[in-house]
């Protein structure tokens, strides 16, 4: 799969939606995760702090996946994940 260089804009406001820079419109997690398993590479920004808060929704995307097909991320991993702080 071919990573496009190129970032795709989102606009994250307080009312947890999500908006799109380059499509001028709102979208869904899902949506982000479609661009992603495209091969975008996104950056989500708080709309009013411009805050770089794209590792949060990644977070979300993939709790929310897990979520759904009522999975969990392995135990190892989250333990190593909270042992080396790679949540912080």
């Not at 908006?19 to 009013?48: N, P, R």
């Amino acid at each position: 799969m071919q990573i496009l260089t190129e970032s795709l804009i989102f606009k994250k406001y307080a009312n947890r939606r999500l908006y799109s820079m380059s499509q001028s419109k709102y979208v869904t997690l899902d949506d982000i995760s479609e661009f992603i398993c495209k091969g975008h590479e996104v950056k989500v920004i708080d709309a009013k702090t411009e805050e770089d808060v794209t590792a949060l929704i990644l977070t979300q995307i993939i709790l929310e996946q897990t979520k759904n097909k009522n999975t969990l991320l392995p135990v190892p991993l989250l333990h190593f994940m909270i042992r080396y702080r790679m949540i912080y």
